[in-house]
């Protein structure tokens, strides 16, 4: 059973790496030059308090069981509370992800929708001018800082023009007008047919979803040219066309429907890269998703929300891998003997 | 003579890219001859002035020469890229070429850290390394270091496991080399190659991440001219004097462009048939 034997052994591996990251975080909580205790009692506090309050928040127990009870409360959920909102991070999380998770999705969309068609465009003119414009987009959109990008964006669409709505995810009157189904302001509102509000969001929505988008873009074309390429140079493309099938069936009929596979790996890793990426563009956007909320607690030093959403954005991350790995053998019935 | 000859340089993008970080050297060589004014003088009667013959791209919040603090910046962005770099490639090739030449238990308890490291999200890592040991330059380009190495371990023990079972690393033993000195000495250096096609690779994504922390706050602190840190203090001015944002970024961009066609350049020469998209 070579499948059960590969996703065991990439449950395994992304265990580990979730391990990796509690380790990871919890040496971090610890390198805080802040004491907890004094910073929770004030450092005029009698002695018999502080000693009361470090028994418990656990900090007079060894290490190790120290970091077992984090491991045993950061895989519950419970991250501690924000100092900032004063509420437990995880109810914060739980507020703040979908705003980033409409925002990741919008740009991945963005990045299939133009990245693919641009990416076999210049597989299939390669070396020519097609190839080069879209080599030179994609260069841009490895290289550009995207909180530039995302100001200067704001400062021509927004200010300058007037073509999009500013910062932030909805004009302040249409906030809490849907009820919250997805928690993608956009799909909520079509859901409860709310047009002005679906447009307002969209206005919203596009600027950031596209700025973010473009680093997804670049890396889908990047990836789709090259197994492109790789696929149009192969015997039964060449059969194909000697056969007499039209070009365009070659194209999009044999070669695309043969990269499918490992497009779909580049695609979930791309949107992993997108959450984080989102920590930027949410800054400058003033997006209220997981990345600003990140943000603004590293600035007030709120350690618990930082870590809390750090190992969120871990976990995240790796399922996608994971995801993507496992993807593989489900989609290529090759890949599944091919590993025993 | 023949460096001008070298692959890299007849394709044109590499070229141009050579070129980019010719100029981001040069410029930082020779900062104090080519900035008209100190980076950090302040003139509370000039700021925010547009760009213009006095100041070429304008004065900042503090009336300080922008122009003056991008060239003055180019040295804070080299000093990261190059400590990153002297940081990670030894540390990752020695941990991957202990782990491709032991084998065996050392050598899956190396990679499976790295794969851990490896696939972690690093800019977020970063950042909560960085919130907690203090924002700095130094710390921000400690965490980058921290965050960075696992790609270079996987080179180099790529490229070990291909060299260990040759036959001059045989001699070498047979002639009582120990292990330490073949993998210093006859391992390591054979690495070189790859890695420094990695780091060509990896510079642009250092320059990026190096911004971003600084853009942050958790980067170098005010006043240093560090182009991110730059660009942030220029956000509340961007509608009326776009100038003091704008110019950091582009010359951020410019950097990262510069080591992105180096590294496409490199990856294309070395790898013709990939010809890179």
């Known amino acids: 059973m070579p499948f059960a034997r590969t996703l065991a052994r990439n449950l395994l591996a992304a265990a580990a790496t979730i391990l990796g990251l509690l380790i990871v975080t919890f040496v971090i909580g610890r390198l805080l030059p802040i004491d907890p205790v004094l910073a929770a009692v004030g450092d005029r506090a009698p002695a018999d308090v502080i000693a009361r309050v470090r028994a418990e928040m656990g900090l007079d127990l060894p290490v190790y069981e120290q970091f077992f009870i984090y491991v045993g409360k950061a895989l519950t959920g419970n991250f501690g509370e924000s100092v900032l909102t004063a509420r437990p991070v995880i109810s914060d999380i739980g507020r703040y992800f979908p705003a980033t998770l409409e925002l990741a999705t919008a740009a991945t969309l963005i990045g299939i929708l133009l990245g693919v068609p641009m990416g076999v465009a210049s597989a299939v003119r390669r070396g020519q001018w097609p190839d080069h414009v879209i080599r030179v987009v994609s260069l841009f959109g490895y290289s550009v800082p995207v909180f530039w990008l995302g100001l200067m964006g704001l400062l021509v669409f927004y200010a300058k023009l007037g073509w999009v709505a500013g910062p932030g995810r909805i004009d302040v009157y249409y906030e809490d007008l849907v009820p919250a189904v997805t928690g993608a302001l956009a799909i909520d509102s079509l859901i409860a047919g709310n047009m002005t509000v679906f447009v307002n969001a969209l206005r919203h929505l596009v600027l950031p979803a596209s700025i973010l988008g473009l680093y997804s873009l670049a890396y889908i074309a990047r990836m789709t040219r090259s197994f492109m390429i790789g696929e149009l140079s192969r015997d039964y493309i060449a059969a194909a066309r000697i056969k007499g099938l039209p070009e365009r069936r070659v194209i999009w009929g044999h070669a695309f429907r043969n990269i499918l596979v490992p497009l779909v790996t580049v695609i979930a890793l791309s949107y992993g890269a997108l959450l984080e990426g989102s920590v930027l563009t949410e800054t400058v956007f003033s997006w209220p998703g997981l990345g600003r909320y990140i943000t603004n607690s590293l600035l007030s030093a709120d350690m618990n929300a930082v870590l809390g959403g750090t190992i969120v954005v871990g976990v995240v991350f790796v399922g996608l891998n994971l995801l993507a790995e496992m993807l593989y053998p489900v989609l290529d019935p090759r890949a599944r003997s091919a590993r025993a | ?277």
Not at chain 2, 87 to 114: D, N
Not at chain 2, 168 to 183: P, V, W
């Open chain 2, 1 to 277: 003579m023949s460096i001008l000859r070298h692959p890299l340089l007849r394709n044109p993008l590499g070229a141009a890219g050579c070129v980019l970080i010719a100029l981001l050297v040069f410029v930082a060589l020779i900062a104090p001859l080519l900035a008209p004014y100190s980076p950090l003088a302040q003139d509370l009667t000039q700021r925010l002035l547009p760009p213009g013959p006095a100041h070429l791209f304008g004065t900042d919040e503090l009336g300080r020469d922008v122009f003056s603090r991008i060239v003055y910046g180019s040295r804070i962005t080299l000093e990261i890229v190059t400590l990153v770099a002297v940081i990670i490639a030894p540390v990752g090739v020695m941990i991957g070429v202990t782990a491709g030449y032991f084998g065996g238990f050392v050598e899956s308890a190396l990679m499976r850290v790295t794969d851990v490291f490896l696939s972690f999200p690093k800019l977020i890592l970063a950042l909560a390394l960085v919130a907690a040991i203090g924002p700095s330059l130094e710390n921000a380009i400690l965490a980058i270091a921290v965050t960075s190495w696992p790609a270079y371990a996987r080179v180099a023990r790529a490229e070990t496991l291909s060299l260990r079972g040759a036959d001059f690393i045989a001699a070498a033993r047979l002639l009582g080399a120990s292990h330490l000195r073949i993998l210093l000495r006859h391992i390591a250096p054979l690495c070189t190659a790859s890695v420094i096609v990695r780091l060509a690779l990896d510079m642009a994504g250092i320059v990026l991440t190096a911004a971003g922390l600084g853009f942050l706050g958790l980067g170098a602190q005010p006043p240093t001219p560090e182009w991110g840190a730059m660009l942030a203090a220029g956000q509340p001015y961007l509608t009326d004097q776009w100038w003091v944002a704008a110019v950091p970024g582009l010359a951020i961009l410019l950097a990262s462009l510069g080591f992105n066609l180096i590294g496409d350049g490199l990856r294309d020469t070395l790898d013709p048939k990939a010809g890179a998209p």
